[in-house]
Structures are given as structure tokens and as C-alpha cells.
């Protein structure tokens, strides 16, 4: 019985589409049993064969990816898939993909679109007023029982009226300029090219932006043009009152000199999702109060997961029955 | 010299209005040259004499008082006080003050209105943000070295389209629905009268709403009919998701309970600035992820500090020339 339940099961896996999983990722794991109702996932993480060997296993049957951001999908890893067409991406970056060796190849690339926008842009608020209000660092006080012992703590900043440069103006940035707005902050932005229907002030220059503020956030994709954006010079122009936070990708920042600026007093304080070389964080970090961290997890939450996992079986579905795929990006 | 300008300046303060402080404040502290230049301060807590030798002695000088909310003005005190004619206190509650006795004597009572209502509504966002996202665990997670060790973090939860109750719709509570509106919230509140300006749904009873929100936010004054409000009942109403944000007065939730309710996992979560005996907080809570606590530091940063010294000067300032107060309230 149990064994003709399994062939049983082997058989209607053998006719499911099949799709390359690239990387763990959360909806996998969450969404496992759903998922295996409508595709046959290849894992490789759960094969003992090396990458380069079970890619070239499954070359023939594979036309379809869901790869998550954590792996670079090189054109070294494309050669191993000759049938690919589609790649389905969990991210809204596309920085781990040769998107050029994707559009020659006629490989089809899509991401999330806008369906993590605003959990990043809640958790870009939750991190700066943490920071400004120093929570994560009151909250210790009163856990570690020093609120007893040492009476007050140290008063923060109010966040309204307080300058806010939006680095990179797409949904997020969008997102995030509209809750800041009705704390009463003043916004302005840049982005690679002014916005039309954007109405905060628009600065061209990263570091004239810096210097006519007292908050970066960082919302921006991560490319040659950004990568260590921002940087020492960006840093002074924010001035000593400053804050940065950031959402994006850690190698915009230029850590190291961050690491230095914030030891010297430098900038104010820092709100960090993201790193340069995750999950390691520089430890001079981990002893200052004005650094709130969160380990790359501003882009989900349970409810956006749930979302992510749909709209991975609704492209993967119009991708096997050539109907249009949602957030088509190549 | 030195001798010259000390009776000098002794003879300045002479001429100076004498206004009698109760209890410490960081803006005594902060300003304390400023004040000094306009006021005779009486300050008990740096006389060696006990409180009512020492408010008997200065009995006959002591026209106006600058009160902070940590001592309770009862009518015992009013007694040894019988020229006193204004209280200027630094807080919006006023439970601590015996406004009846007060306004039996003459006395006129100004609080400090609006100007700390963002501050505190920032507060609230901050501390709903960190727990359902998760910001001060997340960040003694990286910070403790964690993100190698363990990978990733639980995902917390999406704060648009939560359903959020109000609980007091005075000024904090109307910033604090402007905000969460902004993050895609569906407010609605209870107050002790429904406000006509006011076009969120209104439930007069804490119960109902609770059952029809997964979050409540006070912002009500404590009173005799709100003390205990936030019992074990409208927790198990607002159920095993919901989330409670205290930034009022500790007493207005049953402490107890609420550590009862959170043990047993009958609601999610609580971010409190306020507790019933502060700074006494239960140890309970030290152990708990989803208990975000700061020491009653919602109501003030360093900008609304500076506003402070402000009104009280120009209230005192009024009140010894005669001419109208701000925010008087008896």
C-alpha cells in the first residue's frame, strides 16, 4: 500500500514541471508541501553530488528557475543549463544575475515587483526612529534592570522636521517618503534620473544631497554606479548629526569607512539591514548604541511570504503555459 | 572680587520671581543657567531640610510652583502652600495633581499641552514597528553574533492592514492614527465620547473594539474610569495575534494580567514606555522577545526638551505679569 501510494506520488511528480531551485529560501521551506502539488522542485542543497554534476544531471529537463538572491548566477552556471528560459528571482535586486548573458541566451528574467516595498519601507521607519529614539538601546536599559539603578535615559531626537534624503527614489523609496511625510519630515531625494511625477526636491548629486540633510536612506539597487556610493566625503557632507539607514545592498556603503566615522563621532548613528559581506558585520559595531542592526530582514514578513509564494506559482504557471509573467524584468 | 559678585548675584536672584520646583527634571537640569537668569528657583531636593519644614519656611514667597509628574500634589501639600496661585506642570497627565483642591483654592493649573504629542506618537510607531517587526531582537541577535551561527531570523509580521485601536483620541491619539495611516492601517478608536471631527469608526465600549482590532495603542489619561481598563478580558477579545502599545500610564492596564496574558501566549506582544510602578517593571517581561520596554522616555527628545523650557518660561513669565497662559487646564 504505502509503496504504491509512493509510486503513485513519483508518478504525478514525474508529470509536474519541472524547476531548478537555487538556494534555500524561507517560501520553499514555508510553502514545501503546496509547492510540490503543482512542480517537481530539483534541490541541490539536499543532493550529496557537487553543483557542476547535478546541473549537468538535470541540464536536459531544466527550463525554469526559482533562485533565490543568495547565489550568483554566473554565465559559468548558465552553461550548465542549456534549456533554461525563465528565471524566477525572490528578490527586488538583481545585482546576483548576468542580465546581460540572461537577455543573449533569451532567457526570461523576473522578480518580485513591488511585493516586499512596504515591509522595507516599514522596517526603514522602525529602524530610524530606533535609532533617533535609541529603542533597541532603552529596551536593553530596562532588561539589563538599569532603569532602577540609573534613573533617567538619555533623551533622543525628534524625527519631525528632521531633513530626509531618499537615495533612490523607486517604489520603496516612494514607500518610504510617503510614512515620513506624515511624521512631519522634510524629503527630498536623488535617483539616477529626476522622477516626472515626483514632487520633493531632487538633487542630482549624492553628496549635495547629503549635505542639505540629517538622514540618508538607502533604497537604491546596487550597481558599478552605486557600489560604494556612499562613501568618507558622503559621509562628512551629512554631517556629525547624521544618520544613515540602510536597506538596499551593504556594498552601496562603503563599511569600512562607516566603521571609521562612527567611531570618530563622524555621523550620528546608523540603522543597518544589510552588509557588506553578510552575515558577517563588522564587529565595532556590536558595542555601539547608535547602530540598530537586523540581519537582511526588512524585505519580509510572514504575510509578504505568503504573498511571494503566490506570485512564484502564478509566474511559474503563465511561464509552463506561455501566458505573461508578472514583473518581467528581461 | 569673587565676594562682590556673589552678593551680586545673590541680590539678582532677591529680585528675581521665586518659583518653588517639585521633584528633578531634565529640563531644570538642562536649562538651569537660562532659568536662572529670570527665576529664583527653590529646589527642596538640594536642602538638607525635609520637604514640609522646607515648604513652610519659603510658605509666604511661593506664589507659583513648577511641578514635574513624579510627585503627587495632594492636598496636604496645597496646605503648606497657602499664596500658591499657579502650577505649572511638566507633563500632559495630570493625575498626579488634586485638580479639585486646586481649583477650591484659586489655583491655576497649566499643563503642557500638544508640544510633547508627536514625540510620543513617533514613540508609539517605534515600539509597534520593533515588535511586530521584531528590531530590538533582531538586532541583540546580530549583535551577539548570532546571523553566522544560526542564519535566519524569524520573520515577523506587516504592519499595513492591520486593524489598530485607538484608545484615547486626544491629540496623541489623532498623530498616532495620522501616522499608521500612512503604513496602510485600518484605525478605529474608542474615547470617552465619539468625536465629531473625528471619521474613524468609533466604539464606545474597550471590549468591542478590542475584539474587532489586532492592535491597540493607549493614549488615554488615567482616571478613576480607566484605571485596569486593559484587563484580562479585552485581552483575550483582542486575541492570541494582538499586540498591545502603552504609552500613556502604566496603570491603565492590568500589569498582572498583561504578565499573564503574555506567559501564556494569549496575545502577541507588547511595546510599553509606562509601567504601573516605575521604575519598577515586572521581571517577566526581561526574558520576553516580544516585550519592547523603554523607561517612560516616549514623551520627550532633546528638540521637545528645548520647547519645554520654552513654554514654562513663557507660562511663568505670563502668569507673573497677568496676561493669558498657554494650555491652562484649571
Known sequence: MA????????????????????????????????????FHFLKPWESSIPL???????????????FSAVRRITSDILNNLPELRFIMTTSVGLDHIDLHECKRRG???ANVGTIFSEDVADMAVGLLIDVLRRV??????????????????????????????????GRIGLDVAKRLNAFGCIISYTSRNKKPHVTFPFFPDIQELAANCEILVICCALTDQTHHMINKRVMLALGN???IVNLARGAIINEKELVDCLLKGEIAG??????????DVPEEFFQLDNVVMTPHHAVMTEESLRDLYELVVRNLDAFFSNKPLMFEVV
Not at 52 to 66: D, N, P, R, Y
Not at 144 to 151: C, E, I
Not at 270 to 279: H, K, R, S
Open 136 to 169: 533597541s538601546a532603552a529596551n536593553r536599559f530596562v532588561k539589563d534592570g538599569l532603569w532602577h539603578q540609573q534613573g533617567d535615559y538619555p533623551l533622543g531626537h525628534k524625527l519631525g522636521g528632521k531633513r530626509v534624503g531618499i537615495v533612490g527614489m
Open 52 to 66: 557542476h554534476q547535478f546541473l549537468s544531471t538535470h541540464a536536459g529537463s531544466v527550463q525554469a528557475g526559482f
Open 270 to 279: 546608523a540603522g543597518l539591514d544589510v552588509f557588506e559581506n553578510e552575515p
Open 3 to 38: 509503496k504504491q501510494e509512493s509510486s503513485q506520488k513519483k508518478k504525478i511528480a514525474d508529470d509536474l514541471p519541472t524547476v531548478l531551485v537555487l538556494g534555500p529560501h524561507s517560501v520553499v521551506e514555508a510553502y514545501e508541501k503546496q509547492f510540490s502539488e503543482k
Open 107 to 109: 532567457i526570461k528574467v
Open 241 to 243: 548629526g547624521g544618520i
